[in-house]
């Protein structure tokens, strides 16, 4: 196991080395000019000069390489050049509403996959009208299930926001389903989960049905299995062999399909977090890549790369906690 | 022959009622928006959506870009400004209630306003305008270069402040005037906040200025807080907070003023939503003088436009009428000098390009290359439709034309190498940092300036502008212009206004527009009794 866990931190230091080399060669052959970013659009070009130099832009890229994998190792991601603040102090700011949102989304698509497939596979009466609206759910654009979503429930019913996370954040963690708790504040707790429950749905629609679906072929096969006969037969209880023989063993691809959903949602987070003014780094990277925001695009990018990879570590540790069979 | 399957047939029946609740909301929610709105605060609080994050700290020796200009122009203060909702450029009083300038224009003398105060309490003197000079200078953002000229700045008494210049400049009362010119920070605070950093990272989320508000909350792509200050020495507004919240979509926005979550959006909606505000019962439409326009330039390092001809024939095919009526609707009107509207009295700097077709007609049967991009910023709609409406009529004149889109920062990168950029490109709104001519074509027509794209550059005109400058004298700035205008690289499409709206209860809106910044003063703003 430990072994294992250092070889997959060992590629996790490459992939990432290679995925910031990756970015430091495209920005160098993009035509973009972030220095007016940094200034202002109106900058002149002396001002502009003087200041590309003085952030080492005018540099090989060799050399900017090598001071940005200097400052990466140290910590350092450099500063945004829209926000002028350290790019890590923008993360304290972004990331954990991202990381929340995704969370949220994440369990709520876990709740509908799971609901989804044990009604199909239990052929629950009625189930199909749900499984009906999932699906409809899923086959919209994320951007128009988002405006769709707003209109009915934010400007049609009036029941949910259309923006923002809700109340103030004051710490300590960043997370406010945590920190609203944390500091008593029951109807601000309240508020982040109206808040959270519209973008969450939209993110966790088509993953629901991802999951959902292969968690339903697993269980049909399953159920249909000689042992799960024989378990009915000696007289165990239906919720008994469901949780104790089928669910166990029928997990294993949905779990799998789990973590690639996981890492999917972390892309996605991009035109929910738009659409819903979420203040996440998806909005935080939309914003910077019209104006090349070098530091902040690489930032995310590694961030979301290494979220990326330690996902499908902790599901492959899932998958060997399920399946004794498997090596981690 | 291929036959559906029972699976298929229902995923094609999901796909196709996947549209209608989606008709059916489009529907409703165009019905809706008519009834909606809000009623008047009763808590003095004025929600007032922002379309996108300001992007740059609110600092005003920081800030150069677009809707951050609301923070700053209340919460901060400079010795004069702009008169609100006027068609023309005039200088007025605000940290200083009168002026002299010596003739040569080097020498401005201010009497400063009496009973004025920071937010941190300290008492606003004459110490305070070279302390801010100073740390504009320090700081260096990209309207550093308002204050470089200044060669000393003596405070004879308290309310008194005379600025040395080191060279003539008749443009300084306007830089001064500008929303990005140099602002009266607190000398105390600035000691105080100092930091490594001339108190930068202070002023990230605090300020310390005279204005009518304080910025007491600053939540980067969330939103921004303004608190009235209560010891302001003018209009004190029945808003004692005015709310900013961020929003990245502008259909949200849009929704949320429908449904009365925010009351007054300032030049933040498309063109596309004129017609539905212009019958919306809750609400009225401003449209409001500015300084800023939709230009059109061309770029003389590409083959199709190497030659003077060619780039006066391409311009002469703008039907400016046509593509003002159809794109840019009411907030805008036809341009007709080259300098934004009311610099020059009198409409001296008249643009001489007529509208003429045949002219580019006949160019296109005898140009050699008939290849055509006309480029515009991503994001922005106007921009977009001219340059696709452009590029039709050129494809119906026998030239290969493509509309296409480029990013914020691959506009801003042409003038490393213009070869990089389109033939042309659509400008859907700019403007000056202030109201002087020089301000004006320094940075559009002077190749040194920022927003000269291609940097098509005519040595006559910058030393025509540099002469103007320090005379300040309009035949000189309007031989600069006829001079820029030779080069046929540069069009002025439109005057375009600033479009508010505003929730009906809302007055004075028109009274608070300032000029230049295309925000509003909101200590201005008021209630419907």
Redesign the interface.
């Known amino acids: 196991m430990i072994t294992s866990l250092a070889k997959r931190l060992g590629i996790t230091v490459v992939l990432l080395f290679i995925l910031s080399g990756i970015i430091f060669f495209l920005q160098s052959i993009?035509?973009?000019?972030?220095?007016?970013?940094y200034?202002?659009?109106?900058?002149?070009?002396?001002?502009?000069l003087s200041?590309r130099h003085r952030l080492g832009l005018d540099q090989p890229t060799i050399v900017q390489f090598g001071g940005f994998l200097v400052g990466l190792v140290h910590g350092d991601l450099g500063v945004s050049y829209?926000?002028?603040?350290p790019v890590f102090k923008?993360f304290a700011?972004?990331l954990p509403a991202t990381i929340e949102l995704v969370v949220f989304a994440f369990l709520l698509a876990i709740l509908l996959a799971v609901t989804f497939a044990f009604s199909a596979a239990l052929r629950v009466p009625g189930s199909s009208f749900y499984r009906?609206i999932l699906?409809?759910?899923a086959?919209?654009p994320p951007f128009?299930l988002a405006?769709?979503g707003?209109?009915?429930f934010?400007?049609?019913l009036?029941v949910l926001p259309?923006?923002?996370?809700g109340p103030?954040d004051r710490g300590p963690t960043g997370f406010l389903v945590i920190d609203t708790l944390v500091n008593g504040d029951i109807p601000g707790f309240g508020s982040t989960l109206q808040h959270l429950l519209l973008p969450g749905l939209v993110l966790a629609i088509a993953p629901a049905i991802s999951i959902g679906r292969i968690l339903r072929s697993s269980l049909e096969s399953t159920l249909s299995a000689d042992y799960v006969r024989t378990a009915r037969s000696k007289g165990l209880g239906r919720g008994r062999v469901l949780i104790k023989h089928v669910l166990r063993n029928s997990i294993g691809p949905a779990i799998s399909m789990s973590g690639l959903q996981l890492g999917f949602m972390f892309a996605g987070v991009v035109v929910v977090?738009?659409?819903?003014?979420w203040?996440g780094i998806g909005?935080?990277l939309?914003?910077s890549?019209?104006?090349?925001d070098f530091p902040a695009i690489a930032g995310v990018t590694l961030v979301l790369g290494t979220i990326y990879i330690i996902t499908n570590a902790v599901v492959d540790l899932l998958q060997a906690a399920a399946d004794p069979r498997l090596v981690a | 022959m291929h036959h559906m399957t029972p699976q298929h047939r229902m995923r094609a029946v999901i796909a196709t009622a996947a549209l209608i609740p989606m008709l059916a909301l489009a529907a409703c929610s165009n019905g809706a928006a008519a009834k909606t709105g809000n009623p008047a605060p009763t808590n003095g609080v004025l929600t007032v959506g922002l379309l996108g994050d300001i992007g740059q700290p609110p600092d005003p020796d920081i800030y150069y870009a677009n809707n951050g200009t609301a923070i700053i122009i209340n919460t901060y203060e400079g010795l004069v400004q702009y008169k609100n909702n006027v068609n023309d450029v005039q200088i007025a009083p605000r940290l200083a209630t009168s002026w002299t300038v010596s003739p040569d224009k080097t020498v401005y003398n201010f009497t400063l306003r009496k009973g004025v105060t920071f937010h941190d309490g300290t008492p606003f003197t004459s110490a305070a305008v070279k302390v801010a000079f100073d740390r504009r200078i320090a700081v260096k953002g990209g309207a550093a270069y308002m204050v470089e000229g200044v060669k000393s700045v003596d405070t004879p008494d308290d309310l008194t402040a005379v600025v040395t210049l080191d060279a003539p400049n008749s443009a300084f009362l306007d830089e001064l005037a500008s929303p990005f010119g140099p602002k009266m920070e607190s000398p105390t605070g600035l000691t105080k906040y100092a930091g490594s950093d001339n108190a930068q990272t202070y002023l990230m989320t605090h300020d310390l200025g005279t204005g009518p508000y304080m910025l007491t909350t600053a939540q980067t792509g969330t939103k921004y807080e303004l608190t009235q200050y209560d010891k302001y020495w003018g209009t004190i507004s029945p808003f004692k907070t005015i709310k900013l919240p961020v929003y990245s979509d502008s259909s949200v926005l849009e929704l949320a003023y429908d449904k009365g979550d925010v009351s007054m959006i300032a030049a933040a909606l498309p063109s596309s939503a004129l017609k539905k505000y212009s019958t919306t019962s809750y609400s009225t439409s401003y449209f409001l003088p500015t300084l800023q326009s939709a230009l059109i330039t061309v770029n003389p390092s590409k083959s199709f436009f190497a030659t003077v001809d060619a780039r006066m024939a391409f311009l002469s095919a703008i039907d400016k009428k046509t593509l003002v009526k159809q794109v840019l609707g009411a907030r805008s009107e036809v341009a007709t000098t080259m300098y934004a509207k009311g610099m020059i009295a009198g409409g001296a700097d008249a643009q001489s390009i007529r509208y003429d077709p045949s002219i580019m007609k006949s160019y296109a049967k005898k140009a050699s290359d008939k290849n055509l991009v006309i480029g515009y910023a991503t994001g922005n709609t106007n921009a977009q439709q001219i340059a696709n409406i452009l590029a039709a009529q050129l494809i119906a004149d026998g030239i290969n034309a493509t509309a296409e889109t480029f990013t914020t920062s691959t506009v801003f990168g042409w003038a490393n190498d213009p070869t990089t950029g389109p033939d042309a490109f659509i400008d859907g709104n700019n403007g000056p940092d202030g109201g002087s001519p020089y301000l004006w074509g320094h940075v559009f027509w002077d190749k040194t300036g920022g927003i000269n794209y291609f940097l098509c550059d005519n040595p006559k005109t910058d030393d025509l502008l540099n002469k103007a400058l320090a005379t300040g004298d309009k035949s000189t700035y309007v031989k600069a212009a006829a001079a820029y205008e030779s080069m046929g690289c540069y069009m002025q499409l439109s005057y375009n206004k600033d479009w508010v709206v505003a929730q009906n209860w809302l007055t004075n809106v028109a009274g608070a527009q300032n000029l230049g910044a295309n925000e509003l003063d909101f200590s201005l703003l008021g209630i419907k009794k």
């Open positions: 993009s035509p973009g000019d972030p220095v007016k970013a200034l202002g659009a109106n900058a002149s070009r002396a001002d502009v200041e829209r926000t002028h603040r923008d700011t972004y009906g699906l409809v759910g086959t919209a128009l405006i769709g707003i209109v009915l934010y400007q049609q009036g259309a923006s923002g996370r103030d977090e738009q659409v819903f003014s203040p909005n935080y939309a914003s890549i019209p104006v090349s």
